[in-house]
């Protein structure tokens, strides 16, 4: 029989079906009490519905050619834990947007056209290593979350945190899905590449407007202060994108795979945490 997945034996991808209260925290400064990380992540938020949707499509497209029945449970799973997401950043867009005054329609306005661009100038290969590159950045993201010394460990509100830890965790679970699927119908290491240098791109740019269009709202655009400091935020020593860069970069690596980062002792961490919230 073909073997087409890596996802480790003991990696169970689970679709856990939550849904999160978060409309209290989403009125405030949620993220250390601090404008600028706070808009950082909630633009992150916007880009999910329709980015994860295009996930799921570009994985999708290639179902049928997959052969591996694991790795087809797999895709499944993947699908469904992406649709779970969808639905919880719907709803805390829609709650941010109302409570806060940002126009979601511009905001996803933008995203959407960018995707309808992508579908139709880009290959489907194409658009499925654009799905591998940013399931990479989503992950290394969900590494440094998850991990002992994580930017969410103080200051971040409870309930904030246990939404973004849950889908940080279960991006952990499904990192390699797409990519497998990528490996398995035959892309090529340079389109793998290339693609993450696109999809960063892309993302950056999402990102930052985002962040812009809720600092002019909140009538914080101007405040020099305010953006030296979520600039320290992002990329001085310590910063949510500088500690990632190490594992950014290994996805240029010939041969890079995923798993070869091996993140299972902060899955099992999470899933500790999850039964101790529970008991
Ligand atoms: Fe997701
Ligand atoms: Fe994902």
Redesign the pocket.
Known sequence: MIKQSSTPENVAIEPRNRQHEFSGALARDWFDNHAFKTAWFNAMSITFPLG?KF?IDSVRNFSPQIEDPKLQDEIKA?CG??GF?RREHERYNQSLCEQRGYDLGYLEGRIEKNIARSKKFLSRMEQLAITAA??HI??IMAESALGEDSPMAVGVDADMKTLWTWHAA??ME??S??FDVFRAVGGTEKMRKQALRRATVFLMIDVLIGTVHMLRRDKKFWDVRLWAQGWKFLFFKGGILRRVWHNYKAYFRDGFHPWQLDTRDLLDDWKASQVDALA
Do not use: G, I, M, S
Request: glycine share 0%; hydrophobic share 40%.
């Open positions: 994860e996930f993947f834990q992406e997401h940013l399931e989503t992950a279960e991006e499904h990192k899905v797409a």
